[in-house]
């Protein structure tokens, strides 16, 4: 029964608790916010809502894990050294233009949904993600890599069986930042037409209604909790894996 006293279980559980309850929760609501005539958010599911929403997280995700551990094992190479100040300014440069402003680009050119939102969620994701990468990479002990060398090991097998795997507990700290900040800022996709969690706080904001906006930034924001717990998980079984190496 240890698995009972999980407190990652627990918020799990909360939040589909949550899923299910809220389209039966009108009353609560109303009491709450007795000015609102219709105080429960019910033009679509939470439950749909929800997998969309982590739909476009994990899709944009995904691609900026892929672009910055791409990029960050490229330009700690001899061959692409060089390269590393451009690439540290365009991904910072995606960090630091608005996601709003990149959708209001993206739009003309791709249209009202999903594909532009999934543009501004990679490049707001790719800096943490590469720098996590290039901090991993550079705390690789030199000597380490030149016993491997020592040994035998091509560029691609130290890579992969040295370097990478004493990296990665630092590594995922810059992805768990990139897919936290992904999960908050994709609520913002539903301006163009993407359905997310961000969708009944858009119609709340617009239409002045707090219940809506509550009810879209408690699942939202206990969405990113338990994904960061998860994260934080993972990173301490891969700490103790690289102990016992």
Request: charged residues 10%.
């Amino acid at each position: 029964m240890r698995f009972l006293r999980d407190p990652l279980l627990w918020l799990v559980l909360f939040f589909l608790a949550l899923l299910i309850g809220l389209p039966h929760s009108e009353p609560f609501f109303h009491a709450l916010f007795p000015e609102q005539s219709r105080p429960l958010y019910q033009q679509e599911s939470f439950v749909s809502l929800t997998l969309a929403h982590f739909w476009l997280v994990g899709v944009s995700s995904l691609v900026a894990i892929v672009l910055g551990t791409g990029a960050g094992i490229v330009v700690t190479r001899d061959a692409g050294k060089e390269f590393r100040p451009l690439v540290e300014t365009i991904a910072a440069m995606g960090q630091t233009f608005p996601p709003v402003a990149v959708l209001a680009i993206a739009v003309p050119v791709m249209g009202f949904g999903q594909q532009p939102a999934i543009i501004a969620l990679i490049l707001y994701g790719v800096l943490p993600i590469l720098q996590g990468t290039l901090a991993g990479l550079a705390s690789v002990p030199a000597g380490v890599s030149s016993v491997a060398q020592g040994m035998g090991m091509s560029n691609v097998q130290r890579l992969l069986k040295v370097e990478l795997p004493l990296a990665a507990p630092v590594m995922l700290a810059g992805i768990r930042t990139s897919v936290i900040i992904n999960i908050g800022t994709a609520t913002i996709a539903s301006t163009v037409g993407a359905n997310t969690l961000g969708t009944p706080i858009i119609i709340g904001l617009s239409g002045f209604n707090t219940a809506y906006v509550l009810q879209g930034a408690v699942l939202v924001a206990l969405a990113a909790v338990i994904v960061d717990r998860a994260f934080e998980r993972l990173s301490r079984r891969l700490s103790r894996y690289r102990r016992e190496q």
